[in-house]
């Protein structure tokens, strides 16, 4: 008897296609009209539906007990959680739209500095830069004030302004050197920018990774200014260079992207050396007299 | 799991540094938890330096960034090496639940509660202490795994033991006793909660499996349907998250898990009970003692 009821069973489940997806188990109390099973076997076979087994289970569990759907605490957390998130995405927009404003500042300041290497006289071209300055100054400080509303998370946001952030150190760097042939300190980076105070300021990486991507455009600017006949600027930026690369190796850096651009800054100075060299043994670097095709040959 | 550290490279730059530093005038401090700090002392030794020429101005200000760099890297390690301990201990937690089944319940538990608490004490601690400030986002890719895996332990467990699901507040405040009133507490993030969520899933699916082939289906439903709401929870939070593509991919994992379990369960109801009585409330050791069937 038993074993007719089984192959019943199993019978009417074969006709439907083994699909695990598909809830079968609803086909089940539809054996029971065969006849009221007297095995033990039949009452465990799930008769339960998902719901009775559900709410029969429950009463066993001490504490907080499955209800049929999720148990409120459960769904409590779950939508904590997707307030909180929606929060921080918002916040993360608004602040996507700021550093697109920086962005495009840092591209209009950049396009005025290029024409230093088209030998525009460099007063003109830092006049011109410069203007930029008090935007980015006000755009940061705009950024500061987005990010001050979650306190703490300046870090949790971060990559969103690293790039563009490195780029205006680099161009202030550049501008510094132009004027006055020195680096740019962390702080004197900091305070152009208006980052002085406690809750935005600027990475020291992200300003070291600034500090190398400006010494990528000396190589340039030295070739350029040869060019142009100006024969003791590889020396001058030989100089520079070549202390900028003995202080970067008092760093231990670890094999980052920091660390990268520092070796590339090896290259930069290489490239210097070759030029400030093509200079000098031509006898140019004393005089500023020789140009035309003397200034060409110094490009080799 | 060998962790290798070349500690005699370590040790190499950190003497070369200290020598570094003694050279500047600034005491090497610990680290300045935000950029502003740094600045601070940057900006005492420049103004000395601006009285000096370019040239140790340079080597100055450098010595300043060395030391901030050092801090930070040391800093970095310790909480690697933290979170790397952490994660071990919560895989041991983990592995000592999945012996759980319906004779050694209480034992093994237990046993589990002990190895969680150690894991708290011994090596969360570690976190706690060299994670203050903008730490707690400027390193979480440093501790994030072994958070995750503190996560996932702690809430396989909480299961096993009540059938519920262990929420963040509860876990938080289970990790306020390990920090000084003095020292900001570590507060295990959103994210990193979720991330620890999604890992908890594919331990369960072991741990339906497992007790499925132990014959404890019902314990296997429970597990199913639970971890049916965590999925169906997690689906409206996930695309919100920060970096969502670990995420994403994990709830692709997640919902094969959910799948798995369902077809074990199915498997064995329409074919394993042909053979072998189902543990029910009629047997006699069953966790299920005292409860009423329901007949149709």
């Not at chain 2, 199915?266 to 394993?272: A, K």
Request: with cysteine; aromatic share 8%.
């Amino acid at each position: 008897m038993k074993s007719a009821f089984r192959n019943a069973y199993y019978l009417t489940l074969s006709r439907f296609s083994l699909n695990p997806n598909a809830s079968i188990l609803h086909l089940v109390p539809a054996v029971s009209t065969f006849s009221s099973p007297p095995s033990s076997v039949f009452k465990n076979l799930s008769f339960r539906s998902p719901l009775t087994a559900t709410l029969s289970s429950a009463s066993m569990v001490g504490g907080d007990s499955d209800a049929p759907q999720s148990s409120p605490s459960l769904e409590k957390q779950f939508e904590k959680f997707r307030v909180e998130l929606e929060d921080s995405g918002i916040l993360r927009e608004r602040i996507r739209a700021v550093v697109l404003e920086i962005e495009s500042a840092t591209r209009l300041m950049q396009a005025s500095l290029l024409l230093v290497h088209q030998s525009k006289p460099i007063p003109e071209v830092l006049e011109k830069a410069k203007a930029r300055i008090n935007v980015l100054k006000d755009l940061y400080n705009k950024l500061a004030e987005v990010v001050r509303e979650c306190p703490g998370q300046y870090y949790r946001y971060h990559g969103d302004w690293r790039s563009e952030t490195q780029m205006i150190v680099s161009l202030l760097a550049f501008m510094h050197w132009l004027e006055t042939g020195t680096l740019l300190m962390h702080t004197e980076a900091e305070e152009k920018l208006g980052l002085n105070n406690s809750d935005f300021g600027l990475d020291v990486e992200d300003y070291l990774i600034g500090i190398c991507f400006m010494s990528n455009e000396m190589p340039r600017y030295v070739v350029n200014q040869v060019t142009a006949g100006d024969y003791d600027c590889p020396r001058k930026v030989l100089t520079f260079l070549t202390d900028l690369n003995a202080a970067f190796r008092m760093l231990n850096l670890r094999n980052d992207f920091l660390r990268k651009k520092f070796d590339s800054m090896k290259y930069d100075l290489r490239r210097v050396e070759e030029v400030y060299y093509d200079v000098k043994i031509r006898g140019l670097a004393t005089s500023g007299d020789s140009v035309g095709d003397q200034g060409t040959q110094g490009q080799s | 799991m060998l962790w290798l550290y070349s500690t005699s490279a370590v040790s190499r730059r950190i003497s070369v540094s200290w020598l570094m530093a003694t050279n500047s005038k600034i005491k090497p401090q610990r680290l300045p938890p935000s950029a502003a700090d740094s600045s601070l002392a940057l900006e005492s030794s420049v103004k000395r330096a601006n009285t000096m020429s370019t040239h140790s101005s340079i080597k100055d200000a450098f010595s300043i960034y060395t030391d901030y760099l050092n801090a930070l890297n040391e800093k970095r390690e310790r909480v690697v090496k933290a979170s790397r301990d952490v994660t071990m201990n919560s895989k041991k937690v983990i592995f000592q639940v999945h012996r759980i089944s319906k004779n050694n319940k209480e034992e093994v538990l237990e046993k589990a509660e002990k190895d969680l608490a150690a894991v708290t004490d011994q090596h969360m601690s570690r976190l706690v202490k060299e994670l203050q400030g903008t730490d707690f986002w400027k390193l979480r890719r440093a501790y994030s795994p072994g958070v995750q895996e503190y996560v996932e332990a702690a809430t396989f467990f909480k299961f096993c033991q009540t059938g519920t699901l262990l929420k963040l507040d509860e876990i938080n405040a289970s990790l306020l006793p390990l920090s000084d009133p003095s020292l900001e507490p570590l507060q295990i993030n959103l994210l990193d909660y979720l991330l620890g969520l999604a890992d908890l899933t594919g331990e369960l699916m072991r741990l339906a499996i497992g007790r499925i082939s132990d014959g404890e289906v019902e314990f296997a439903e429970r597990i199913c349907r639970f971890v049916r709401d965590i999925y169906r929870e997690l689906t409206l939070v996930v695309p919100l998250m920060d970096d969502s593509l670990d995420m994403k991919l994990k709830m692709d994992t997640m919902l094969q898990s959910v799948v798995k379990i369902e077809n074990a369960c199915f498997s064995v109801r329409v074919r394993g009970s042909e053979y072998t009585p189902l543990l029910g409330s009629s047997d006699p050791s069953s966790f299920l003692l005292g409860v009423s069937d329901v007949e149709l």
